[in-house]
């Protein structure tokens, strides 16, 4: 399994780009997995629902399973954010999984930079930026994709990804 972050300022189009990335990586047969980073309290269940009652009303942990799909969903309670490598130990084994956020975690990055946002690029200033997907042209050394090719994005983010368990021993040793 390997891993690969997208990270940009909001508005930049990371969650745009990635819907249009994900199926391009399953048309070549490749598994792939998200995991994205919220900047606040957020909520994926329907206040009234079951499981929204089981949450409030004190439970840790709420699945909710069908025939379709299911959901784990952990309330922290106070305890501490966990960091991406416990979150990647959670996930099931595919291909590649997309880290979107989490910018000071130790995985190598995608910067995704719309030039209309008006905001400067990270990459001068993050090291784990291997690449950009930009609507503009960008003057680095760095691999630079349009955002528009997904095909060149796709690829650029198979190379820059690094396999799951370099990133559990980079943050070991950042420890």
Request: aromatic fraction near 4%.
């Given at each position: 399994?390997?891993?690969?972050?997208?990270?940009?300022?909001?508005?930049?189009?990371?969650?745009?780009?990635?819907?249009?990335?994900?199926?391009?990586?399953?048309?070549?047969?490749?598994?792939?997995?998200?995991?994205?980073?919220?900047?606040?309290?957020?909520?994926?269940?329907?206040?009234?629902?079951?499981?929204?009652v089981h949450?409030?009303?004190?439970?840790?942990?709420?699945?909710?399973?069908?025939?379709?799909?299911?959901?784990?969903?952990?309330?922290?309670?106070?305890?501490?954010?966990?960091?991406l490598p416990?979150?990647?130990?959670?996930?099931?084994?595919?291909?590649?999984?997309?880290?979107?956020?989490?910018?000071?975690?130790?995985?190598?990055?995608?910067?995704?930079?719309?030039?209309?946002?008006?905001?400067?690029?990270?990459?001068?200033?993050?090291?784990?930026?291997?690449?950009?997907?930009?609507?503009?042209?960008?003057?680095?050394?760095?691999?630079?994709?349009?955002?528009?090719?997904?095909?060149?994005?796709?690829?650029?983010?198979?190379?820059?990804?690094?396999?799951?368990d370099d990133?559990?021993?980079?943050?070991?040793?950042?420890?």
């Amino acid at each position: 399994m390997k891993v690969i972050g997208l990270a940009g300022w909001s508005g930049a189009g990371k969650t745009t780009l990635l819907s249009r990335v994900i199926p391009y990586l399953l048309g070549r047969a490749l598994r792939v997995s998200v995991i994205k980073h919220a900047h606040h309290e957020f909520d994926v269940d329907i206040p009234g629902k079951d499981s929204w009652v089981h949450r409030q009303a004190g439970a840790t942990e709420v699945l909710v399973s069908s025939t379709r799909r299911w959901a784990l969903m952990h309330e922290l309670r106070g305890a501490s954010e966990p960091r991406l490598p416990e979150l990647l130990a959670k996930m099931a084994q595919v291909d590649l999984v997309v880290v979107e956020g989490f910018k000071r975690e130790p995985v190598n990055k995608i910067e995704v930079y719309r030039a209309a946002n008006g905001k400067p690029l990270l990459f001068p200033d993050d090291p784990r930026v291997v690449g950009i997907a930009s609507d503009v042209a960008i003057e680095t050394r760095l691999p630079v994709a349009h955002l528009d090719d997904i095909e060149d994005v796709a690829e650029l983010m198979l190379r820059s990804a690094i396999p799951v368990d370099d990133v559990l021993a980079s943050a070991e040793a950042e420890s």
